[in-house]
């Protein structure tokens, strides 16, 4: 009886976990679009695509206050390179679907987008692992996400908005669009100054 209880009141506990989470299957989807599970950070490091002079570890200033990502590794090089992935300077569109990981975030409204280049790698190492430690083809995270996102809020741009570890959907986007929409997101011109982009160096470890 007891036994029946406790796996009855863990079955419970998972049934409440995803019902916070608007994404289901394996990987997780939404209205026919792949989901992606997303934290916050601020490390004033320029990151793994070099958007920073060249001759200090710094950020360029629209690094650290713009709409930027960190890629989980698969995403951002699947050969498990750290410097220069092919993600490097590629957009993607981010939507709220008003879902988050109980416990690991809180509800936003549904149907905010914002379009965000990916300047660095999210590592597969602690504290990430539970987020970024997608393997394979078809890995997911511990939450059941094929692809992650760790947003940089250098100067708060990110809970500013009340993103708060939003659950999301994601595509691939223009940066030049995203850009006139919103003059947080880089344009491609910018990544021009990014020592992947100058160097040519799309693969590799640093």
Known sequence: MNVY???LFVSFGALLAEANQKCHGHPRMYNGKQCASTTRY???HKGA???GPHDTDNQFPWNSNGLVAAANQNLFDS???TWCGPSCGKCVRLTTTGGFVKGQGGATGEGKSKIFMIT???????????????RGHNGVNQYGYAAHFDLENGHTQITGMGWDNSEVTWEWANCDEGHSQDGRTPNYGMYQ????????RHTGKK
Do not use: E, F
């Open 120 to 134: 660095n790698l999210c590592p597969n190492v602690w504290p990430n692992l539970s987020w970024c430690n997608q």
């Open 42 to 44: 601020a490390d004033r």
């Open 79 to 81: 050969s498990g390179g």
């Open 49 to 51: 695509c070099g958007c």
């Open 193 to 200: 100054q990014c020592q992947c982009k100058k160097n040519r």
């Open 5 to 7: 209880l406790t796996v």
